[in-house]
């Protein structure tokens, strides 16, 4: 049964909960480390004990990984004791008492607008059909918002007829509407003229032929690692510090921007296509900022009236 519990629950995950392939190994990781400390006092999944998970965590402190981090991997042996617990293999859930450890929530890293114009005017300046698809997979991802799978995962008929929004299936197997802006559409039209130079040939290319951007990958389309690599790339080129820039951070740069423009704190949850509010509170420090300037520049008893 220890041999197998871990793959029943990755598998129930996957059937039932409808969890990513990234989030899936994740889980795996996290729960590996936590086998083989059990390991090392002669314990397993079904005979862990709260002050096994306990030495765990200490454990952890002294490997030096941060809180945010130790309390992730006990919030995946919280979940996978609980399922261990609804199939009968274990009397007691060991993880039921055991509290995470409290780490501050940063701020999310942010570009600035004009350091979001600079990589998109760089990304213009980019020759040939490489440079094309670059500008094309940044209009989108700062129109959209879109985590940086679902921005590469996306289906070859993405933005091909005429409607100014896109479905977007994200964590959880969740579906939702995302709009794209006039500048990310023409990009997309653009990207079109030149994509048939990205599909492999061979066994491949009809798995390719799916997605949006296409690759030899064996994803079949643009992995994770190559995309990162052109961002830091471009954002050299852009003037601005390549470690500053990733895919999460124009995420952020989209939720964040908008908040400072205007938008609905609810509106932007139900873009960035997070389950719970609190998510997306994270970024009420932009919220903040706005009620200042509103205060100084409207109040009637500001300096500045």
């Known amino acids: 049964m220890n041999q197998n519990a871990l793959d029943a629950f990755l598998e129930m995950m996957s059937a039932e909960r409808g969890a990513a392939a990234n989030t899936l190994a994740a889980y795996r990781r996290d729960l590996e480390d936590l ?4 390991a090392s006092s002669r314990q397993d999944y079904l005979s862990a004990r709260p002050t096994d998970i306990e030495t765990w965590l200490l454990d952890l402190h002294a490997r030096g990984l941060a809180a945010s981090t130790a309390a992730r991997r ?9 399922f261990c617990h609804s199939e009968g293999w274990i009397a007691d859930n060991p993880v039921r008492h055991i509290k995470a450890p409290k780490a501050a929530k940063p ?7 004009k350091e979001v114009d600079q990589l998109l005017t760089a990304a213009a300046q980019e020759p040939g059909p490489a440079g094309i698809r670059i500008l094309a997979l940044l209009e989108i991802l700062y129109a959209s918002g879109l985590r940086v799978s679902e921005l590469l995962a996306l ?13 977007v299936r994200g964590k959880g197997n969740r579906e939702r ?3 794209l802006t006039q500048a990310a559409l023409n990009a997309i039209h653009d990207w079109r003229t030149v994509r048939a130079d990205f599909l492999p040939k061979g066994s491949n290319r009809s798995l390719a032929a799916r997605y949006l951007f296409p690759s030899r990958a064996r994803s079949g389309h643009l992995s994770r690692e190559r995309f ?12 601005l510090d390549p470690a500053r820039v990733s895919p999460h951070v124009l995420r952020h740069a989209f939720a ?19 389950a719970d509010i609190s998510t997306t509170q994270v ?4 919220l903040d900022e706005r009620l200042k300037r509103l205060v100084e520049t409207a109040h009637p008893l500001s300096k500045q009236k």
């Open 107 to 113: 701020l999310p890293k942010i570009l600035s607008e």
């Open 177 to 179: 509407l995302v709009p």
């Open 155 to 167: 289906p070859d008929h993405t933005g091909k007829r005429a409607e100014t929004m896109i479905l």
């Open 283 to 286: 970024y009420t420090h932009v």
């Open 74 to 82: 006990l919030s995946a042996a919280r979940r996978f004791y609980r």
């Open 228 to 239: 990162f690599a052109m961002l830091k790339s471009l954002a050299a080129t852009a003037g």
């Open 35 to 38: 086998y083989s400390h059990l």
């Open 256 to 274: 964040s921007h908008l908040l400072a423009n205007g938008a609905d704190l609810r509106a932007v949850q139900t873009l960035l296509g997070h």
